[in-house]
């Protein structure tokens, strides 16, 4: 697939505005820049940036609902938060926190915003020292193969107390992660069949509380 077929066939997956996706070329043309100095994606992605990364986080947009403070942990080159962040641009009083421990990273994510306008923060730290020190209240935390789904509730713990929502984009083991992770955590879960992955779920979680033993 052509660079132009891949930017088509993921623009049939959006509902976005012409400036959107002027904001998506400025992105994506970043993207390829840093790329070769920075590693910012897989290598095996770069022909099919549109569809593997812009498209598959995009599909999160219509399920924000009414949240405005979205955290994004473990951002790496900005899928999904940073997505969420420049389809965002003018919707009153949202913003994205883009936590990125790898410096590069975290550079790009910086460039991107300034150069888009995007309402997004970066902080490039831990995941577990951004929690730590969190005093607000995250209406959605969002992460994409970042870790399990067990593990991605660990890490979010403290952001999940204030009753916050949680869109995971997961692969084909979301089932066993599922189980896994249920041991352990009480959720209200629904599974939304992936856009742009025939075998991908969105996790979408509500009311996460940790179990207490024998519960």
Known sequence: ???????????????????????????VGLLQRWQKIKNLVAPSTLGQIWTRHIADSAQLLPHLGDARTVVDLGSGAGFPGMV???????????????????????????EVARATGAPAT??????EDFTAKWDGKADLVTARALASLLELLELSAELLKSGSRAL???GQDVDAELTEATKYWS???ELI???????????????????????
Do not use: C
């Open 193 to 215: 069949p992936s856009l742009t992955d025939s075998a991908g779920q969105i996790v979408s979680i509500t009311a996460a509380t940790r179990r207490t033993e024998g519960s």
């Open 168 to 170: 995971f984009l997961k």
């Open 122 to 127: 970066i902080h490039p730290v831990r995941i």
């Open 1 to 27: 697939m052509t660079p132009d077929a891949d930017r088509t066939q993921a623009l049939k997956y959006m509902t976005v505005s012409r400036e959107t996706v002027s904001h998506f070329d400025t992105y």
């Open 84 to 110: 969420i962040a420049i389809a965002g641009i003018g919707m009153p009083g949202l913003h994205v926190h883009l936590v990125e421990s790898n410096g590069r990273k975290a550079s790009f994510l910086r």
């Open 187 to 189: 959720m209200q879960t």
